[in-house]
């Protein structure tokens, strides 16, 4: 089986759909509430689903386990990550289970994010949670990053010594309407995540990048049908490469309306 994906730099895998918070610029939450009609399901990849993919990854591929969920949800999380120690594993996390999930995380990953986001109702206790699991972890892997999104006061965090990681708001259907900011384009006048950052939702559906989709606009195929490599190399894929190519990105479904160009945004 080919495991070779040219310019592949990044996946995610969503381990699960579900999530322990309800977050007040969450689009999926947004979509539950406004647009039943589209409301995505809520659910654990199947663990044989997840070997097949691991069968699948070439090596040293920073591979991201969440989509659209809290991956710390997922009931065999350790394992999980076990089968994919030949890559740069990370997850980012609303923090909730650090403490809880603690055996699962330190020495199975190599990197952890923690969201921290404006007026969020629960940051005094996530707070505190982050510093017991920093206390349980101590000097073993992960390396940890405080990802604070939006206006977020880094004040009562930098007694952690951590690396901060700043983003902009957008809005909640989608990567437009950023807050103060426009987006960054590479030189290359391509999407870096379309050409080098594509995601595998908890069903198997591969997406040709993380972006918030709840309609599957972005969706290649299902790994029930394909391998990784056909989706990759496909015909689907490569119509949409050429499109991106030729400055046509707005012809590719999921891109018509999105803003972002593959470059993390940070505030002024």
Sequence with gaps: MRKELSGLSTINIELTS??????????????????????????????????????????????????????????????????????????????KLLVEKADDLIGNIETLSVSIFENDEDAEEQL????????????????????????????????????????????????????????????????????????????GDFSICVRFDPKGLGVLENLKNETLSEMWYGAKRAEWTALHVSGKREAVPLCEKCEYWGVPISPN
């Design 18 to 95: 579900r999530c322990n918070k309800n977050c007040w610029m969450c689009g999926r939450r947004k979509v539950d509430r406004e647009f039943p009609e589209i409301a995505l399901e809520y659910g654990d990849m199947d663990f044989a689903l997840l070997e097949q993919i691991a069968a699948q990854m070439p090596e040293r591929v920073v591979t991201q386990f969440h989509r659209d969920g809290e991956a710390l949800l997922y009931p065999r999380l350790g394992e999980a990550l076990r089968l994919f120690p030949n890559n740069i594993r990370n997850i980012v996390s609303n923090g």
């Design 128 to 203: 505190i949670i982050i510093e017991k699991f920093l206390a349980i972890k101590k000097d073993h892997k992960p390396n940890v990053t405080l990802r604070l999104i939006g206006n977020v006061d880094s004040g009562p965090y930098e007694r952690f010594g951590l690396r901060f990681v700043r983003r902009v708001l957008h809005a909640p259907m989608g990567s437009f309407n950023y807050v103060d900011r426009t987006p960054t384009i590479p030189e290359v006048g391509i999407c870096w995540d379309y050409l080098q950052h594509p995601c595998i939702n908890f069903k």
